[in-house]
């Protein structure tokens, strides 16, 4: 069935540094989404990724999809406290959805 | 829209009862999907309808776990007889299709 490998797990980065957390799959993905979960609180969308190769920029997050639609990536630049929680990838494909495991942020003051 | 309505939000029950979990998606959305979530497996999906038709619930633990959605508007998802390993936080999520899934707040079960 369709897994999705989702690295690291945690990361703990210093405010200001950079992040980046990411998604491999060994089947081609129709789409990969991101997702957000704070602190006690649930997952909330973050962006949508469909097109092979495709680059999209929210503030200080950039978000790629791979040539092959394999794997996917979610970069923070200048990270900020605010930026804490676990970030997820979503793929759909053949009438399914598979979260990864999500990658926990600590961003120290 | 007041999103995905959950009910109750936290459930403390004991070994061998039942236990029912309620989702209202939002209006307009015709996936439904239940997921659970704990600190090692992560986020599971556990069943997803659509137009009220359960499509996939291959990721359902057991035959103790079942759910139905018997309209557009409700959905629900039992546990009988609970087990103190159901204990996670399990959200419903609802979407167009494929596209953005909008997650409810989710239930906080604890089985003793």
């Known amino acids: 069935g369709q897994q999705v490998m989702q690295i690291p797990q945690y990361q703990h980065v210093q405010e200001g540094e950079d992040f980046t957390t990411y998604c491999n799959s060994s089947?081609?993905?129709?789409?990969i989404q991101w997702y957000k979960q704070r602190p006690g609180g649930h997952p909330v969308f973050l962006i949508q990724?469909?097109?092979?190769?495709e680059v999209k920029k929210q503030k200080r997050l950039t978000f790629q999809f791979g040539e092959a639609k394999k794997n996917s990536s979610l970069h923070i630049t200048a990270t900020q406290t605010t930026d804490v929680g676990t970030y997820f990838c979503?793929?759909?494909?053949?009438?399914?959805?598979?979260f990864g495991i999500g990658t926990k942020l600590q961003v120290i003051p | 829209d007041a999103g995905v309505i959950q009910s109750p939000r936290h459930e403390v029950t004991e070994m061998g009862q039942e236990v029912t979990l309620r989702c209202k998606p939002i209006?307009?959305?015709?996936?439904l999907f239940w997921y659970r979530q704990t600190m090692m497996r992560g986020l599971e999906l556990l069943i997803y309808?659509?137009?009220?038709?359960?499509?996939?619930d291959s990721g359902m633990p057991e035959d103790r776990f079942s759910a139905k959605m018997p309209n557009a508007s409700f959905s629900t998802l039992k546990i009988q007889p609970s087990e103190p390993r159901d204990s996670a936080v399990y959200f419903c999520?609802?979407?167009?299709?494929?596209?953005?899934?909008?997650f409810g707040p989710g239930t906080r079960l604890l089985v003793l």
């Open positions: 309808f659509n137009n009220n038709v359960p499509i996939d």
């Open positions: 209006s307009g959305h015709n996936s």
């Open positions: 979503a793929a759909t494909g053949y009438q399914k959805v598979t």
């Open positions: 990724l469909v097109k092979s190769g």
């Open positions: 089947t081609t993905l129709s789409n």
């Open positions: 999520a609802s979407s167009f299709g494929w596209e953005t899934q909008y």
